[in-house]
């Protein structure tokens, strides 16, 4: 890698996981080779746009000869850090946490999800998937004995407020954020992706004005 | 406006909502007027790029005397079309389904939900929140009835490919897809915001990947 991962900027970090999925998809399809400007027009993006971007990591592939889909999406898994077993826990049994759970491809990802965290007693002790449901109670005993670096938390904003300081105190670094608890403004030197799908509504509210106005 | 929504860059526009959130709290702390370099630090940007930001919109607020939140808000607000009541439905009463309805505040968002739509016969009948859940059997007949304009589409990539086209062809223009169905790229003249929270999880993956680089 020609450049130091913290010195990308976020528009290209989040195009790395659809090049990704873009890439799987056409290995399965048993496409070998992909010119720029193909993947270009699959990704809706410009051929300009996808060199520069893969240019940021030290560049793939010869001018003029395509690349390797297989290769290509090796390297970008592998700049995605998606060969590491990052021990993960989730925080929140309800129906985001199930959603999540039921959805997700957790060692796919890098991850490798030991256990969901609720206060629900009706559902403690029971499993979601193959993963046990525990009470938060235990979450410090849990921290202690198996050392998780990463939590999803579907839990609401107080919830958070209360168990991010003291999973961050237990070792716990990277988050993926549900709540709308500024996890990276209370705290340096961990790593923080939030989802906001309120937000997603209110863009797409935007982009059907959008469209409107396109059509009058 | 200066201009119009559909020449405004996608950057600007996925902050327009983080811009919402941030003003409804301050209004609610009962801040009145805010300079863009507070505005700047509350948000994580710099006062340049919000001044940018907003200019795309006609500017608002006299250089030197700050924003009056309540207006800027309102203003936002506007432009987001969030004073509009669009007529949605909701495609999948699963987890996710149910972590919508149950989250989501539609009418805040330029929405008016109207009903829920599954093919599992044990909750179809059933109300989420004030919701009923109708047979997606019904689905041509209830919108040639309602005229539902926008879709939230909380069903797998399969039941998209299906079901996208049809509405499509009953009028529906708007979709929150969190299917992997990419309905911008097989139609045009729809307004559509994917969210992938599979590639949330592999853009931690990175940050932490980072953070661990960067400790290194």
Redesign the interface.
């Known amino acids: 890698m020609n450049n130091?991962?913290?010195e990308v900027s976020g528009?290209v970090?989040?195009r790395?996981?659809?090049y990704?999925?873009c890439l799987l998809r056409l290995e399965e399809q048993g496409t070998v080779k992909i010119s720029s400007r193909e993947l270009a027009r699959i990704m809706?993006l410009t051929a300009s746009q996808i060199r520069q971007d893969l240019n940021c990591f030290g560049g793939f592939g010869q001018q003029g000869y395509g690349y390797s889909v297989s290769a290509l999406k090796e390297e970008i898994a592998r700049?995605?850090?998606?060969d590491?077993r990052?021990k993960m826990i989730l925080l929140g049994a309800?129906?985001?946490g199930?959603?999540?759970v039921?959805?997700?491809?957790?060692e796919g990802?890098?991850?490798d999800l030991m256990a969901i965290f609720d206060t629900n007693e009706w559902v403690v002790g029971s499993e979601i998937r193959e993963y046990p449901v525990i009470s938060t109670d235990k979450l410090e005993d849990f921290c202690h004995e198996h050392h998780p670096?990463?939590a999803i938390l579907c839990i609401p904003q107080e919830g958070a407020e209360l168990l991010v300081p003291q999973l961050v105190e237990l070792g716990v670094?990277?988050?993926?954020n549900f709540s709308?608890y500024d996890i990276?403004?209370e705290f340096s030197?961990?790593?923080?992706?939030n989802?906001?799908?309120?937000?997603?509504?209110?863009?797409?509210?935007?982009?059907?004005?959008?469209?409107e106005?396109?059509?009058e």
Chains 1, 2 share one sequence.
Do not use: C, W
């Not at 039921?102 to 957790?106: A, E, I, K, R, Y």
């Open positions: 130091k991962r913290s528009a970090i989040r790395l996981p659809r990704y999925r809706d700049i995605l850090g998606l590491g990052k309800g129906n985001l199930k959603a999540i039921g959805s997700l491809d957790f990802s890098g991850f670096e990463a670094r990277s988050f993926l709308h990276d403004i030197n961990v790593a923080v992706e989802v906001y799908i309120a937000d997603s509504l209110m863009t797409l509210s935007y982009r059907a004005a959008a469209l106005e396109e059509q």
